[in-house]
Every structure is written in C-alpha cells, then in structure tokens.
C-alpha cells in the first residue's frame, strides 16, 4: 500500500477497534474488549508505516530535488 492509504487504513482501524474495545466493555465481553484493543493497535502500526513511508518519500524528493538544482 502506499503511504495515504496505509494512513487511512490505519485510522479506520484505530476507529474501529475504539468501538469494538467499548462495546466490549458495555457488554462485558472480555473478547470483543481484546478484539477491539488488538485492531486498534494494528491500525497505530498501519498509521506508522504510512508516515515513514511518507517521511522516505519526502527525503528523496528532497535529494532529488537538490541534485537537479546542481546539474
């Protein structure tokens, strides 16, 4: 995935498991409350991998940048 889309998949993710984890806490169901912490933490590690994807991309653009300045 690219970086905007690992971004968005990992806020959906995050939102998701929010409302699974209080849904789970509401019902007292200890798996749903699990479930929902797990996904959130997928979508904290999705959100990552977007924004050091981003943060590579944003480096080489800027080499890239300075290199054809010299040429």
């Known amino acids: 995935m690219g ?4 971004k ?3 806020v959906a993710n995050q939102a998701a498991g929010k409302v699974k984890e209080t849904t ?4 007292g169901s ?3 409350e699990a479930e ?3 996904q ?3 979508g904290k590690a999705e959100k990552l991998a977007g ?3 981003q943060a590579v991309k944003d ?5 890239a940048d300075a290199v054809n300045k010299k040429l």
């Open 3 to 6: 970086s905007t889309m690992d």
């Open 51 to 53: 924004d050091a994807k």
């Open 24 to 27: 789970g806490k509401v019902t």
């Open 36 to 38: 929902g912490l797990a």
């Open 59 to 63: 480096a080489t653009n800027k080499v």
């Open 30 to 32: 200890k798996e749903m």
């Open 40 to 42: 959130q933490a997928k």
């Open 8 to 10: 968005v998949s990992g």
